[in-house]
């Protein structure tokens, strides 16, 4: 096969892939424990000078994500957008919105920007075809055909059947179908399963059958353990269509154990999902629950939000059949939230007018440059002064135009990332028996650089992190990205040791002038150990006392020198005692006429109020810093994180 059919395996298959046991239940520890060690990308993002190296790296990092982190691999991505447009490295951008497409379409279920950026896609190969073919051009840059079929998949997603044949009739017979089945291959395997499940979505289901029952037949002829379990996802979405729920089940659990082989965690979630549907439909309660909740617990660790959402409703309604009303609840609340992460039928409406949008512009700048050089022809003839003029004029209304649609590409992009950024903060807070923990974030702009993260430990003790990068927008959100892979890849030690250890994390990527202040606390049944890096003042409120004692530590940030030590203190933490953790937000908040909210003020308003709950002590910040900024949003990033011993 060609070499589109190689591409399309390395990035439609890796986000079809699904991961399970042989047995049908997930070992969640063993998916749990994977670690990703970033050393070798970030020894060569140090060491390299060569642009294409360095956003080919990030795009590696994306495409490991991709299968677990939805969000992270977009951040990832995104800066390689950046590095790839700032060096004028067009060939590079037609793989980058390949992959962001499949991502937000496959793994975020971000639908509509999904759409989108595969007509940035497009874009940007039509502007390839205008330029000379050279020696070490990407091999993604010039293929229509793996972007007719990301357009279509789009298109199908959205409900739109008609746009998403009109894409797909543009593929080539050979794009999809082997000339010989007997020599088919894994590439030509997922391309054809990728078809069959095109037509799936499209409720064409007699193509769909044909597709993927010659996807299952070659996918037979290799051995068991390079089979992909991808055709058999498919397969058994196919039977549950057609009311065979028990061959269903047994070829979601098929695909299970290949997808282990393969790593392909999101699709552990989607054959657990698929496994928990069938079971709702042969009405067997308990079966439904372990599978829907197999779901809900690998979505701790990796990406699928609309299999999230379904597997919340699964438990809502059979809960609701146990006559279990508190846990019917509780998943209908989480099915509730999970809702606002999906874009309703009205976006998707207007992405996809947007799409139509791009296509009319598109047809409309080729025949404006056609009859343009018509027009230039004419004009030579009769007069050269002439001709130039109506060009230059031509020139400036085209940038103009340019300028614009770039404004608003921007935009969006901008929150989408402000989605991402907030993606990286905890679900929820941590419970222990003997804390009452609460948090509280507000961004300046729409992509802010604060960031609070939490990591309970084995022994019962519990890592509280504050941190704030410096400046805003999708670079510091790149710094938070970077901070908090770095955390999970730390083992842990004393607080100290841990800032120590993520300095020359930080240090190797060198992101320029960017730097990440952070503290670090840990608790334990009766002590807290401190350590921070450039950050305000721990504040620490002891009960018998009625006082409140500023923990405040020098030290360079993250990123500043790469030998830097850091020093930790140790506390006694007792029933009543307060532990604040904060940004600089609050305490250098202006007001009307520019004077600061203060530390000394702080200070003593935690001494008054440190007698009430977690909560009740961010209300009366929050409430008292918004009275000093008289109705102005806060001009930086505001984080808290209380934490308040309590009896058990």
């Known amino acids: 096969m060609k070499i589109h059919i190689l591409t399309i395996a390395f990035v439609v298959v890796a986000l079809q892939g699904t991961a399970q046991s042989t047995t049908g239940q997930v070992n969640i520890l063993d998916l749990m424990n994977l670690q990703f060690n970033l050393q070798d990308s970030l020894n060569k993002i140090e060491s390299t000078k060569d642009v294409r190296e360095k956003a080919g790296i990030l795009f590696n990092l994306a495409f490991y994500y991709g299968y677990s982190k ?112 007997d020599e088919a291959d894994i590439p030509d395997i997922t391309t054809t399963s990728g078809i069959s499940q095109l037509y799936l979505l499209l409720n064409e289901y007699e193509k769909a059958k044909f597709f993927n029952r010659k996807a299952r037949e070659a996918n037979n002829k290799v051995p068991f353990e390079k089979q992909w379990g991808y055709p058999y996802i498919v397969y058994s979405d196919i039977l549950k269509h057609d ?82 009303i508190e846990n019917a609840f509780n998943y209908l609340e989480s099915a509730d939230s999970l809702r606002n992460l999906l874009f309703n039928n009205t976006r998707a409406n207007e992405m996809q007018n947007m799409a139509l949008n791009e296509e009319v512009k598109q047809r409309e700048l080729n025949e404006q440059k056609v009859e343009q050089q018509r027009y230039l022809v004419g004009i030579v003839v009769c007069a050269v002064f002439l001709c130039l003029g109506i060009y230059l004029y031509a020139k400036r209304q085209q940038k103009e135009r340019i300028r614009k649609i770039e404004e608003d590409r921007k935009n969006k992009e901008l929150q989408a990332a402000r989605d991402l950024q907030q993606s990286m903060l905890p679900k929820e807070n941590p419970k222990r028996p003997d804390l009452d923990i609460a948090t509280f974030i507000r961004s300046s702009t729409e992509v802010g650089g604060d960031y609070y993260d939490f990591f309970p430990q084995k022994d019962g003790s519990l890592f509280s992190v504050c941190g704030d990068a410096t400046g805003h927008g999708v670079t510091s959100g790149m710094m938070v990205s970077v901070t908090k892979a770095g955390l999970n890849g730390i083992n842990p030690v004393k607080p100290n040791k841990i800032l120590q250890r993520l300095n020359r994390v930080v240090k190797r990527i060198d992101l320029g002038t960017l730097r990440m202040s952070l503290n670090i606390a840990e608790i334990t049944q009766n002590e807290v150990y401190l350590s921070s890096a450039a950050m305000p003042p721990i504040y620490l409120y002891k009960a018998n006392s ?29 029933y009543g005692d307060v532990l604040i953790q904060l940004s600089d937000g609050l305490p250098e908040a202006p007001n009307a006429k520019g004077e600061l909210y203060d530390y000394d003020r702080l200070k003593g308003l935690i001494q008054s109020s440190g007698h009430l709950s977690a909560q009740q002590i961010i209300d009366v910040l929050i409430e008292s810093v918004d009275q000093w900024l008289s109705g102005k949003h806060n001009p930086d990033d505001i984080t808290l994180v209380v934490i308040k011993k309590i009896n058990p």
């Not at 659990?253 to 709702?280: C, H, P, Q, R, T």
């Open 70 to 181: 939805g969000d992270s691999a977009l951040i990832y991505l995104s800066e390689a957008e950046r590095i790839s447009k700032h060096e004028n490295e067009i060939d590079l951008l037609p793989k980058i919105y390949l992959f962001m497409s499949g991502v937000e379409s496959q793994v975020i279920a971000n639908y509509p920007m999904g759409l989108f950026h595969a007509f940035e896609h497009l874009k940007y190969v039509i502007e390839m075809q205008n330029r000379p073919k050279v020696s070490g051009e990407d091999v993604y840059a010039r293929d229509f055909n793996l972007v007719y079929q990301r357009i279509a998949f789009g298109y199908a997603y959205l409900g739109n059947k008609a746009k998403a044949l009109e894409y797909l009739n543009k593929l080539p017979q050979n794009f999809y179908l082997p000339e010989k089945w």
């Open 546 to 574: 009625n006082a409140v004692e500023e923990l405040m530590q020098s030290g360079l940030p993250l990123g500043g020198l790469r030998d830097e030590t850091f020093n930790l203190i140790t506390r006694t933490f007792e």
């Open 243 to 324: 009311k065979k729920y028990d061959s269903a089940i047994n070829n979601y659990k098929k695909a299970i154990s290949l997808a282990i082989l393969n790593k392909f965690y999101k699709d552990v979630l989607e054959a657990n999902l698929g496994i928990a549907d069938a079971f709702n439909e042969l009405g067997t309660v308990d079966s439904v629950i372990v599978y829907a909740k197999n779901v809900i617990n690998l979505s701790r660790d990796f990406t699928f939000t609309e299999g999230l959402l379904k597997a919340n409703i699964l438990l809502y309604k059979n809960y609701k059949k146990l006559g279990d």
